[in-house]
């Protein structure tokens, strides 16, 4: 640990970057597992629909939007929000309602994400770096040391640039593991709402045929009645 300390007091200027990145990673990485993980998916979709289907096929359509409205953190909800406000329309609109809200959506789940591969690749690049410009400083010390002080020189160094190479793994390795689990976790969410909008044109479209036979039934009990 005692050699840890003195590497980082030692190498300050290479060492900060490497940790000012594990922190900026840190922050990202909360942020996003509260918004993926907490915020954005509907946990219960299955009472979800189910509401929103009996509400649909009663013809209460501002019930559903306005219990969408209640989920509204939710991506699934709001991907249903839009179909519903379209329900009047023709099939066409309500399915480009639908993408444009779905598009919409995965940019706000896959917002910074990316930023985790990125800090991965670069604290990797900065500890070989540092590696590197630490072979170098120890080259260069021991070619102008006393022979009996070179050895020790050189094992100073080669362990300098070792430690440069972990802590920018220390960092790296975390972040990629981070990132991998959040676009584990989106690719569920964008798949949740890509069924959502299936599932809401559906709805829609039952909601229409069951009008349309209501009043086809009605048209021939008229019929029958007034033969």
């Not at 190498?11 to 940790?19: D, R, S």
């Not at 559903?64 to 023709?90: F, N, S, W």
């Not at 809200?101 to 910074?112: G, N, P, W």
């Amino acid at each position: 640990m005692g050699n840890i300390m003195d590497f980082l007091r030692a190498n300050w200027m290479h060492v900060a970057p490497i940790l000012a990145a594990g922190a900026f990673g840190i922050v990202i990485f909360l942020e996003r597992f509260k918004a993926i993980v907490l915020t954005y998916p509907l946990w219960n979709s299955h009472k979800f629909f189910d509401k929103i289907r009996d509400q649909v096929m009663a013809d209460r359509v501002a019930e559903a939007i306005a219990y969408c409205d209640k989920h509204r953190k939710t991506m699934v909800a709001v991907v249903v929000r839009e179909g519903l406000l379209r329900a009047h329309q023709p099939e066409s609109m309500i399915e480009d309602g639908l993408q444009l809200a779905i598009s919409e959506a995965h940019l706000k789940v896959q917002r910074r994400t990316s930023y985790l591969s990125l800090i991965a690749n670069v604290a990797t690049l900065l500890g070989l770096l540092g590696t590197i410009v630490g072979l170098i400083q120890a080259f260069e010390a021991v070619g102008n040391a006393a022979p009996q002080q070179k050895a020790a020189l050189l094992a100073a160094g080669i362990s300098t640039s070792m430690n440069a190479t972990m802590l920018g793994l220390v960092v790296a390795i975390p972040a990629m593991v981070a990132f991998s689990f959040l676009m584990n976790r989106t690719n569920q969410l964008n798949s949740q709402m890509e069924q959502a909008a299936v599932r809401t044109m559906d709805l829609i479209k039952q909601r229409y045929y069951a009008a349309e036979t209501g009043r086809a039934d009605l048209k021939v009990a008229r019929t029958g009645t007034g033969g």
